[in-house]
């Protein structure tokens, strides 16, 4: 799972500014959809701490990961009534007092509302709400204002993805398809990019998002539990040479000096746990790959986890049904056997070979027939 990709596009018209216009995938509950964004290039250049160049200074202006972000979106259908509302205010804008927005968002927290499988921008529409963002919420939402700048707005039209294997999109509660909405940043708060965090910091954003992942299947989001767990897994990957630092150091230092060195690698797992992790993530993305119907992906991501944990006996169990999926018999059958081999009366394991024997009795048998009338 990867839904952000980005296609973006730069025009000039004129005198006027420059609009950006990008494209990408993104995920909700109910399956992918393809986001086409339109931005012009201005916006309020947000007070933010001095970073020390004119080039980092620069790219704070925009959130980034773990950003607190005061968003509100709305439909096209509710724009003109929305703006209307905005006028009768005296037309506020952000850009006026930057300020005073932006201790309004540090002190917030984020607003609290469930993921459901009825709407496709996952935000209470015509609302300001505070997003933290990279937790994946609302994924959309997210991915718009990842490049905006406070007291900016953006036009997004969302269609979904019907070209993917049993992509299966019901009709939107909010608005006839293609919908078209309008996203605006109020103000945020300062984050960092990934490779600008701690590896403890990376860390504890590992275990919210495998939390949250399983959060998320069991309440049905399988589109958002595979996010979750991908996004874990981009993160935990970076984590390995500290995780091995951690380990080679351990190994140098003797255990009465080790415990009068306090740092932030005490927040790290070891390498065994480090393992571990990361093969319960890859085994519970090919669960969620299994449900959505991609076997492929699945069976590439069981087999990682095996790799890793040849011990996993869900992993060799979600193999073996990717295997059968595709049609790789002889594959499945091994993987079942390895599962039989960890747990010897596992009724799934019997009864995915027993199923696997019947097919290949039954094709032979249809081989055998068409076999004799070629030859009758």
């Known amino acids: 799972m990867d839904p ?4 973006e596009t730069l025009h000039h018209n004129g005198d006027h500014d420059a609009v950006n216009v990008s494209s990408w995938v993104s995920v909700c509950p109910r399956g992918l959809w393809e986001v086409q964004q339109r931005r ?5 250049q947000q007070t933010v701490p001095n970073s020390g160049n004119d080039a980092s200074r620069s790219s704070r202006y925009c959130p980034r990961l773990g950003s607190m972000c005061r968003v509100r979106v709305w439909l096209r259908a509710d724009m003109d009534r929305a703006e209307s509302l905005v006028s009768e205010k005296g037309n506020e804008k952000l850009s006026a007092q930057p300020d005073q927005s932006l201790t309004e968002v540090t002190q917030a927290v984020a607003t609290a509302f469930p993921r459901c499988q009825d709407s496709v921008l996952q935000v209470p529409l015509g609302d300001w709400t505070t997003l933290r963002l990279g937790e994946g919420q609302c994924d959309i939402t997210e991915a718009c204002v990842e490049g905006m700048r406070a007291g900016e707005k953006c036009e997004i039209l969302i269609s979904p993805v019907t070209n993917g294997p049993d992509v299966s999109v019901p009709h ?14 109020k103000a945020f708060t300062p984050g960092k990019e990934s490779w600008e965090m701690s590896p403890a910091e990376k860390w504890e954003w590992v275990k919210s998002h495998k939390e ?5 299947f069991r309440s049905g989001d399988v589109w958002g539990a595979a996010d979750s767990y991908s996004r874990a897994l981009k993160l935990l990957i970076t984590l390995y040479g500290h995780v091995r630092e951690v380990e080679r150091k351990g190994q140098e230092q003797g255990a009465e000096e080790q415990r009068d060195t306090v740092d932030e690698t005490q927040h790290l797992p070891s390498a065994s746990e480090f393992k571990t992790i990361k093969a319960e993530l890859h085994s519970n993305l090919s669960l969620c790959q299994l449900k959505l119907n991609q076997p492929e992906k699945a069976k590439a991501s069981a087999g990682k986890a095996t ?3 040849p011990g996993g006996a869900k992993a060799w169990y979600r193999l073996g049904q990717a295997c059968q999926m595709v049609n790789e018999l002889e594959e499945a059958k091994e993987a079942f056997r390895k599962l039989l081999k960890l747990q010897p009366e596992s009724p799934a394991a019997l009864k995915a070979l027993k199923n696997i024997a019947s097919r290949e009795k039954e094709t032979k048998a249809q081989l055998g027939l068409r076999l004799s009338k070629m030859f009758s």
Do not use: M
């Open 172 to 185: 939107p509660a909010e608005e006839s398809l293609p919908l078209r909405a309008t996203v605006e940043l």
């Open 4 to 7: 952000g990709h980005h296609l």
């Open 307 to 309: 790799q890793l944990e």
């Open 212 to 216: 949250r992942g399983g959060v998320r």
């Open 40 to 44: 012009t290039c201005e916006g309020s």
